[in-house]
């Protein structure tokens, strides 16, 4: 059976002027329907790229992104993205920003009324049904955070892609969000991709973690498999012995085979 | 400095309901013993902030006028003194409204005159000069082509339009709203495209995703998010309107405050050109001013993030 989700074989570089830089380097990935996988490498290496080429932001220079065995090149909400800042229109408060991506996918199916429910349902999947007439400079970053998370899922995409969401989150903050969507994968089985560069936090969450090389030219150079049982609990696990040697294993790839090296 | 004291003591003994009406949306005041007591101070302290803000020029007015007054009373003066402005133009100032035809009129029609050709002149311009601008940020070729054009037309100043307008047109009104609407375009084009120009990347992303088509694009992305620049164009834009009004008024002659200046220097009513300066400053600064406002409400919340 074909995969739900495949990159296939591909390569992106980006040319500016006379210089072309060669940013992936052959990437195959196949991601089953459902499924956690989750992107870790060193900053640069060209996460967001490979994100944004399954979103359709970008375009590979070579080969393409399958979904439901179908290519897929263009952006489109059936690949909705939360991006790393946010990224909601100031202009619109908290509901706004929701119903916006609601009005356009559900414009012709759903009646205004039936709208307006999915938009408060989704608000309050995020719990943040009670600050709907906020604007988002009115709101903490953890909430701004949860309102692109909610817009997203409102839009029921095939595959919800997450760009380092919590990486400007303090700790705290952070695990918060962190079990929230972890309860929301659980509770809509929706198929995920997330970029991050903690490594905790990839164990935690992830079926499965694809670890890139160093660019330029990078590539997937690992990719593991995180046996651990639905729901997970954190603090169960910090003790856990396979989440100790999955952690270990990121790590070692991380630190010890792709160091980070600064430009030489 | 004795006259916010006196006010803000008249105040304290003002009725409580009236001090604690205005008491409610002053800001909070630290020092807080018995209730009573604290309403009234902090409308004392309210006055006293307003007093700080129109007595300065109330102070520097009245010296000007003291001193005006001082150096065009001596005989010989070449222009009229204020007490003199005053009594030459009291008909002009309480009969606003009267007409006699032709361009015997009362200040209020020649200024609504002005007012008229402006607003068409800028509605104008704000609609092309927001197209055109939008055109320019979005694509590169557009700016390309048009931008240098833009450069050179933008410095030409807006009476050396006014003959070729006339040509054109062959009358005055016509011309007239065309040389506002090409001396008060050029800010808005310009700032219009940078504002279009500095959308966020995120934002373009995020409409590439929920797949707005062009036009919810342009209303729902591009307006709100260049909306700052707009206004800032849109506000110096209105500020040259109003200049050039003026002076093309004079030269096409007519009912309006520009041909009235004009008018009176022609007659020798120095007094009619100084009320009619006093008017004209005060309606640029409304003018000014409700730009200013219409932005501040609708860019709510657009410059923050
Ligand atoms: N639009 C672009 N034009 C040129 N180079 C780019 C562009 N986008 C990303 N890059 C380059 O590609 C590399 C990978 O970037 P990115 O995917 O953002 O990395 P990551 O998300 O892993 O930190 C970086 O070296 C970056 O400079
Ligand atoms: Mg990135």
């Known amino acids: 059976m074909a995969p739900y989700l495949k990159l296939d074989h591909v390569d992106k570089s980006f040319t500016r002027g006379s210089q072309t830089t060669e940013v992936l380097k052959d990437i195959n990935l196949s991601i089953e ?66 119903r916006l991506g609601v009005d356009k996918v559900f414009g012709k199916t759903k009646s205004r009324a039936e709208r307006h429910q999915w938009t408060m349902h989704n608000l309050d999947l995020v719990q943040m049904g ?30 919800l892609l997450l760009d380092e969401p919590f990486g400007a989150l303090d700790a705290l903050t952070r695990a918060h969000l962190q079990d929230s969507v972890m309860a929301l994968h659980q509770k809509l089985g929706n198929t995920i991709i997330m970029i991050t560069h903690d490594v905790d936090e990839a164990v935690l969450l992830s079926d499965r973690i694809v670890m890139m090389t160093n660019g330029p030219s990078a590539r997937i150079g690992e990719i593991l498999d995180v046996p651990l049982p639905r729901p997970r609990k954190r603090l169960e696990l910090a003790s856990n012995a396979t989440y100790l040697k999955c952690r270990q294993r990121v790590l070692e790839f991380l630190y010890e085979r792709h160091r980070f090296v600064e430009a030489a | 400095m004795a006259m ?38 902090k409308y004392a302290k309210n006055m006293r902030e307003i007093a700080a803000r129109v007595i300065p020029p109330l ?48 200040l209020f029609w020649h200024l609504s005159a002005s007012l008229q050709r402006v607003a068409l002149g800028y ?32 410095t030409i100043p807006p009476l050396a339009w006014l003959p070729l307008a006339l040509a054109a047109f062959r009358d005055g009104q016509p011309s007239a709203i065309f040389v506002i609407f090409i001396t008060s375009i050029w800010p ?102 409700m730009i200013a406002l219409l932005a501040s409400v609708v860019t709510r919340g657009t410059a923050t993030n």
């Not at chain 1, 906020?134 to 953890?142: I, K, L, M, N, Y």
């Not at chain 2, 402005?85 to 006699?100: G, Q």
Request: proline share 6%.
């Open chain 1, 33 to 98: 329907k459902g499924e956690y996988v989750s992107i870790i490498g060193h900053s640069g290496c060209g996460k967001s790229t490979m994100l944004n080429i399954v979103a359709g932001l970008t375009t590979a220079t070579i080969g393409g992104v399958l979904l439901e065995g179908r290519e897929v090149n263009s952006p489109g909400p059936d690949r909705a993205v939360v991006f790393q800042n946010h990224s909601l229109l100031p202009w619109l408060t908290v509901y706004d920003n929701v």
């Open chain 1, 130 to 159: 009670h600050a709907k007439d906020r604007r988002p400079s009115e709101v903490s970053g953890g909430m701004k955070q949860r309102v692109g998370i909610a817009r997203a899922l409102a839009m029921e995409p095939k595959v």
């Open chain 2, 4 to 41: 916010p004291a006196s006010k803000s003591d008249a105040v304290i003994a003002m009725p409580q309901g009236a001090a604690s009406a205005s008491a409610v949306s002053s800001p909070v005041v630290t020092l807080t013993p018995p209730k009573r007591m604290t309403e009234p101070g």
């Open chain 2, 59 to 106: 102070v520097v007015i009245t010296l000007f006028l003291v001193i005006w007054e001082l150096l065009c009373r001596k005989t010989g003066a070449t222009l009229p003194p204020p007490s003199k402005v005053i009594s030459d133009t009291k008909e002009l100032i309480l009969h606003p409204f009267f007409d006699n035809g032709g361009i015997d009129k009362g």
């Open chain 2, 123 to 154: 509605s104008l311009a704000a609609l092309v000069g927001v197209g055109l601008g939008t055109l320019i940020g979005q694509s590169i070729w557009a700016m390309r082509g048009l931008d240098p054009i833009f450069q050179v037309l933008r």
């Open chain 2, 188 to 289: 808005i084009i310009i700032n219009t495209a940078v504002g279009i120009r500095n959308i966020p990347q995120d934002y373009r992303n995020v409409a590439a995703v929920v797949r707005l088509n062009p036009i919810e694009f342009f209303t729902k992305i591009m307006i709100p998010s260049a909306a700052p620049y707009i206004f800032t164009g849109l506000r110096i834009g209105i500020g040259l309107s109003w200049l050039a009004i003026i002076a093309a008024e004079m030269l096409i002659g007519g009912v309006g405050i520009g041909f009235f200046i004009w008018d009176a220097w022609n007659s020798s009513h120095m007094s009619e050109i100084i009320l009619a300066l006093f008017y004209v400053g005060i309606i640029g600064f409304i003018l000014d001013r």
